[in-house]
């Protein structure tokens, strides 16, 4: 015999987001969960998968499909000797922060400023 998995349901609820979880055609628990409280499951949940075993390819696939936010807010706080942080707002995700060593600083500041622009 075997086991049906379990499907999540999402349901947009004004102010909240609606999370169940059904098998086999019946809802075995489900929740609302307040834009704070989804700000805490998605951190939760992001570290989580970060100690999975299979990683989060460190490499990105050429043909991959990365949804792009267009304009983020961005926040910048130099770390002294740890490096340069960087934070840029998703708007799904937060706030994602990056510690970037001054050689990692300089060769983004580099691509940016030698890019080719077609012109």
Request: charged residues 25%.
């Amino acid at each position: 015999m075997s086991q049906s998995p379990t499907t999540m349901r999402f349901k947009h609820l004004g102010e909240h987001i609606g999370i169940a979880a059904e098998k086999d055609g019946e809802v075995q628990w489900s929740k609302s969960f307040t834009a704070e409280e989804m700000d805490g499951l998605i951190h939760t949940l992001g570290r989580f998968r970060a100690g999975l075993p299979e990683a989060v390819n460190p490499e990105i696939d050429p043909n991959a499909r990365v949804e792009t936010t267009a304009r983020p807010a961005i926040a910048m706080r130099d770390q002294g000797e740890e490096g340069f942080e960087i934070l840029i707002r998703h708007p799904g995700y937060g706030w994602l922060s990056f510690l970037l060593s001054d050689q990692a600083c300089e060769a983004i500041a580099a691509a940016m400023l030698n890019r080719d622009r077609g012109e």
